[in-house]
T-cell receptor
Framework: DAGITQSPRHKVTETGTPVTLRCHQT?????MYWYRQDPGHGLRLIHY???????DKGEVSDGYSVSRSKTEDFLLTLESATSSQTSVYFC????????????FGPGTRLTVT | AQSVAQPEDQVNVAEGNPLTVKCTYS??????LFWYVQYPNRGLQFLLK??????LVKGSYGFEAEFNKSQTSFHLKKPSALVSDSALYFC???????????FGAGTRLTVKP
């Protein structure tokens, strides 16, 4: 999984609670991404980062925020989780020097009850 | 904005037969096209890409894909399918004006012995 770890791997939480997912990479890649995967939709980009403290919105950013205070960590926060945010969340990196590819972490399965 | 369509939710083939998984795309600039594969409970794995050059690109595990600009297609092919090829396949596109990648909804390939 390209040196990417995600934590937790599974989480069940209640509606209205805050949730933070962590993506950690060990190879100093500049670009990092958060996607959600839902049946019938494939993967959809939530937010991405192009450096420390540099982030931008993706296709489905409403209800999510991100932070990147260190190169190796990219955090995704659901400020107040809703059932529609039940999904599998994938982090990805773009390898340095290989601008056209992305490599994915193992995923986090989040269930909001 | 770029978009991808995978017209088949499911493709079934017999082991040893050729397989094709279809993908069409829409972009405003030059297309960069990708295929990824996902095995159960895993993240996506990169298979191959088209950036420029030869229309037929070869990738991992004996897969290849043909870029057809006039038909805006990038179909994934393999001459002889294996049972172990059974997985979920995603086509993705980005253009040279965007940082993000758009994924298709995925096609589930089942190869039967």
């Amino acid at each position: 999984d390209a040196g990417i770890t995600q934590s937790p791997r599974h989480k069940v939480t209640e509606t209205g609670t805050p949730v933070t997912l962590r993506c950690h990479q060990t190879e100093n890649h500049r670009y990092m991404y958060w996607y959600r995967q839902d049946p019938g939709h494939g993967l959809r980009l939530i937010h991405y980062s192009y450096g420390v403290k540099d982030t931008d919105k993706g296709e489905v950013s409403d209800g999510y925020s991100v932070s990147r205070s260190k190169t190796e960590d990219f955090l995704l926060t659901l400020e107040s989780a809703t059932s529609s945010q039940t999904s599998v969340y994938f982090c990805a990196i773009r390898p340095s020097g290989r601008a056209y590819e992305q490599y994915f972490g193992p995923g986090t399965r989040l269930t909001v009850t | 904005a770029q978009s991808v369509a995978q017209p088949e939710d499911q493709v079934n083939v017999a082991e040893g037969n050729p397989l094709t998984v279809k993908c069409t795309y829409s972009v405003s600039g030059n297309p960069y096209l990708f295929w990824y594969v996902q095995y159960p409970n895993r993240g996506l794995q990169f298979l191959l890409k088209y950036i420029t050059g030869d229309n037929l690109v070869k990738g991992s595990y004996g897969f290849e894909a043909e870029f057809n600009k006039s038909q805006t297609s990038f179909h994934l092919k393999k001459p002889s399918a294996l049972v172990s090829d059974s997985a979920l396949y995603f086509c993705a596109v980005r253009d040279d004006n965007n940082n993000d990648m758009r994924f298709g909804a995925g096609t589930r390939l089942t190869v039967k012995p």
